[in-house]
């Protein structure tokens, strides 16, 4: 999955958009707007777009956090933030492009329901 597959990817979602609070190099992708009355400001992704290959963080489920991560290598805990509700995925071609976009849905369902 190339960076731009998955930008693109990510920013389809209902509300979504592009942020870089931490640095030049860090996509954070947010639903939410906290100028917004009632509204949080809320990111479900995390790309780093200089990394070699592609590496995205990911909100889940901690159950499944501590499933996949045992049977994937290519799938860490979450890199800088909360280890047991994030993931980091590391887009090497052993976690399919298909699971890689389940894993941002879940992820983006988790922060908006």
Known sequence: MTLQDL???LLSFE???LDYPFDAG???YKVGHKDVPGQQEKMFALIAEDSKPLRVSLKTD?????LLQAKYETILPGYHLNKKH???VICSGQVSDDE???????SYRLVTE
């Open 7 to 9: 930008h693109d990817y």
């Open 15 to 17: 509300n979504a958009w």
């Open 26 to 28: 860090t996509a954070v």
């Open 62 to 66: 901690p159950q499944l956090n501590e």
């Open 86 to 88: 994030w993931m980091t």
């Open 100 to 106: 890689i976009k389940d894993l941002a849905r879940l």
